[in-house]
């Protein structure tokens, strides 16, 4: 039996925890829990080490996504509002998985994607979507890193 809570780089996660979590964000979002299965199948998915970090690119990659189909998307809302929820759970790690693995991953695909010219929403129309307490991680990050990438 694996050990549900690890340390790395000094930070403790419990990785089952936080795939639940994760599994309850696809499980409230049809559209979402859609997107991810096309990426990810069973046997990647549920073997013995999900890969919680390129997960969290799938996620942002579609949040993106409706961002740039709608202004008013219901299920980008229906996303944001679950997100909001996760930053309230106590689990070890799921802080630095939301902020690192899919934060970072709605600032680098969104502003990337948008110099490219793939994708007409900006990073900063991104994060304007986002709720209050995801909005405040995007601007730790951008503080942490000394720069922005919301204009991109």
Same mark, same amino acid.
């Given at each position: 039996? $694996?050990q549900? *809570?690890?340390?790395?780089?000094?930070?403790?996660? %419990?990785?089952?925890?936080?795939? $639940?979590?994760?599994?309850? @964000?696809?499980?409230?979002?049809?559209?979402?829990?859609?997107?991810?299965a096309?990426?990810? %199948?069973? /046997?990647?998915?549920?073997g013995?080490? $999900?890969? @919680?970090?390129?997960?969290s690119?799938?996620?942002?990659?579609?949040?993106?996504?409706?961002a740039?189909?709608?202004? $008013?998307?219901? +299920?980008?809302?229906?996303?944001?509002?679950?997100?909001e @929820?996760?930053?309230? @759970?106590?689990?070890?790690?799921? /802080?630095?998985?939301?902020?690192?693995?899919?934060? +970072?991953?709605?600032?680098?695909?969104?502003?990337?994607?948008?110099?490219?010219?793939t994708?007409?929403?900006?990073?900063?129309? *991104?994060?304007?979507?986002?709720?209050?307490?995801?909005?405040?991680?995007?601007d730790?990050l951008?503080?942490?890193?000394?720069?922005?990438?919301?204009?991109?």
């Amino acid at each position: 039996m $694996r050990q549900s *809570v690890r340390v790395l780089g000094g930070q403790s996660y %419990d990785f089952e925890a936080i795939g $639940r979590a994760i599994d309850g @964000l696809l499980s409230a979002t049809p559209g979402l829990a859609a997107a991810w299965a096309a990426e990810w %199948d069973d /046997d990647i998915a549920d073997g013995p080490e $999900r890969n @919680l970090w390129i997960e969290s690119g799938t996620i942002a990659s579609y949040m993106i996504q409706l961002a740039a189909t709608s202004e $008013r998307s219901p +299920e980008l809302n229906s996303i944001v509002a679950a997100l909001e @929820l996760l930053f309230d @759970l106590e689990i070890a790690g799921l /802080d630095n998985w939301m902020q690192i693995g899919l934060i +970072e991953s709605l600032q680098h695909i969104a502003s990337n994607e948008h110099l490219r010219g793939t994708q007409a929403v900006s990073a900063g129309a *991104v994060r304007a979507r986002l709720g209050p307490k995801a909005q405040a991680s995007w601007d730790a990050l951008t503080r942490q890193w000394g720069n922005s990438v919301d204009n991109l």
